[in-house]
C-alpha cells in the first residue's frame, strides 16, 4: 500500500531539491524501470497502474496505484503507467584512467548532458566528472537522453577550478595534458593523444568553459568549421571530440 | 496593422496543416528573426509587441501587436516579443555533389532534424534529401535546434526508393557507393569515400532505415561500439559518420 502521504513525497521528486533532501529520484517507462531493477542500484518502490498491468507482467512486491496518483507523480502527459523510487547512489571519487577522461563544465542543458553520458557509454568511457552548476544527472529530462546509460556512467561533482589545480601539482613529474574544446584552438585533426591519461573538458553551449579553468587548459582544440554555422551542438561536439580522441589512439596502439 | 483574422492565421501556422495550406512559417527571436530578415527568405510580416520595442530597434515596417495577440501566435510560455511570418521558399530538387551527400529516412524527431541541419552546415552541406515522411523543417523545434542552420541547408523531399533506383540506374557506368547508418556494418574506420559522388543514409532512431532502401544500401557502415549503450542518437551518429567521410577525403586530396 502506497499512502497519499508517500504520493505526494514521489511527486516531489520531479523537483531537484526534494531528489537531494530525499536522496531519491524516479525513472519512468517499461524498458527503463526494468534496467534500474537489474542494475545496482537500490530500488524503493515501484508503482503501477492496473492498465500497465493487464499489458504487462509485474513484480510481486510492486505497488499498484489509481491512475490518478500516477499522474501525479509522472513527468509525462501520457504517463506510462510504471514509475520507481530509486536511491541516487553514492557519488564516487574521481579516479583519473588511461587514456581519455571527460570533464563537463556548466552543462546546463539536461538533454545535452544525457546525450554526453549516452556518448560516454558507447566509447566506454564510466566515469564523467561535472562542474558544481552543472544540471542534475537526475533530471528527468537528462535521465531520459541518456536511453539507460546513466546506470553505466559515474559521475562526480567538484569544483573543477580546485580539483584541477591539484592534478596538474601530483606526484607526477609530468604535467598532464588538458584538452579544452574551443573555437579557436588546434585542429582535431592535428592532434595525437599521450599515452598518459588526459583530460578533455567541454564548456556550456552558451557560454564556453569558463575563464577561471582557461589557464588550466594547456590545449585548445576544435572541430574546423568549414560551412556557415556558428558552433555546434555541445553533444555533437563531444562525440565527434571523443570519436577522435579515441579512436586516434586505438590505431597508434593496436 | 494586424486584425484579428491575421492573428488568427499566424497563429495557425504552428500546426503543419496550415503551414503547407498558407506555405508560411513562423520564427521567433530576435537573433533568427534577423538572420531571416538578412537573408534571401521573403518575409511577409514582422509582428512586435511594445516591451519589445522598448528594448531593441525595430524596423519600418514592422507591426506592432498587443502581448494577448502574441501569446496567441508565440510558441514559447514566454514569448520573445518579436516573430517573423515567412514564406516558405519554393523546394529546389536535389543536385548530387562531389563528395557526400546526405539522405535522411524517416527521422521524426524534430530536434534530431533541426542538430542534423545544424551539422551538414557545419561541415559545408548545403542540401539534405528527406523521405516525404521526416517530421516538417518548420516545425518550430526543428528550425530552433538548428540554430539558423535552416537558411542555408537546403532541404528537399521524395520517394527514397524511387530515387535512389533512379540514381542507381543513371547514365554513369559506375553505381555510385550508397552508405547506410546500421549497427553491424563495416566499420567507419575502415571505410574510405570514393572521388565520385556518393550517399549517406540515416534512418530514424526508432526504426532506422526502412526495409524497401535496403537492397539499395550498398555499404552498409557503423560506429563501432566500445560500451554498454544500445546506439548513439541519430544526429550524434550522423556527426560522427559525416566528420569520419569528409575529413577522410580532405586528407586524401589535400
Not at 1 to 12: H, L, R, V
Not at 67 to 80: A, E, L, W, Y
Not at 171 to 187: K, M
Request: hydrophobic fraction near 40%.
Amino acid at each position: 500500500m502506497t499512502s497519499q502521504q508517500e504520493i505526494k513525497q514521489f511527486a516531489s521528486l520531479k523537483l531537484p531539491k526534494y531528489r537531494q533532501k530525499y536522496g531519491q529520484f524516479l525513472v519512468e517507462g517499461r524498458k527503463v524501470v526494468e534496467e534500474v531493477f537489474h542494475s545496482d542500484l537500490h530500488v524503493v518502490r515501484i508503482l503501477f497502474t492496473s492498465e500497465y498491468a493487464q499489458k504487462h507482467g509485474v513484480g510481486d512486491n510492486w505497488d499498484q496505484i489509481s491512475s490518478k496518483d500516477m499522474q501525479k507523480i509522472s513527468q509525462f502527459d501520457t504517463p506510462p503507467g510504471v514509475v520507481a523510487v530509486v536511491e541516487i547512489p553514492k557519488s564516487m571519487p574521481f579516479q583519473p584512467q588511461a587514456g581519455l577522461n571527460l570533464i563537463l563544465d556548466g552543462i546546463s542543458d539536461p538533454g545535452n548532458l544525457g546525450a554526453i553520458l549516452r556518448i560516454a557509454d558507447w566509447y566506454g568511457i564510466s566515469q564523467v566528472l561535472l562542474s558544481e552548476d552543472c544540471v542534475d544527472v537526475y533530471n528527468f529530462k537528462c535521465l531520459s537522453a541518456s536511453m539507460g546509460s546513466f546506470l553505466r556512467v559515474q559521475t562526480s561533482r567538484v569544483d573543477l577550478e580546485a580539483w584541477l589545480k591539484s592534478q596538474q601539482n601530483g606526484s607526477s613529474s609530468l604535467e598532464p595534458v588538458v584538452y579544452g574544446a574551443y573555437l579557436n584552438g588546434t585542429s582535431i585533426y592535428e592532434v595525437t593523444p599521450p599515452e598518459q591519461p588526459y583530460f578533455l573538458v567541454i564548456g556550456s553551449e552558451a557560454h564556453g568553459i569558463r575563464e577561471g579553468l582557461k589557464s588550466l587548459i594547456n590545449s585548445p582544440i576544435t572541430i574546423p568549421a568549414r560551412g556557415g554555422a556558428e558552433s555546434l551542438n555541445a553533444s555533437v561536439a563531444t562525440a565527434i571530440l571523443i570519436d577522435r580522441l579515441m579512436v586516434n589512439i586505438h590505431r597508434n596502439t593496436r
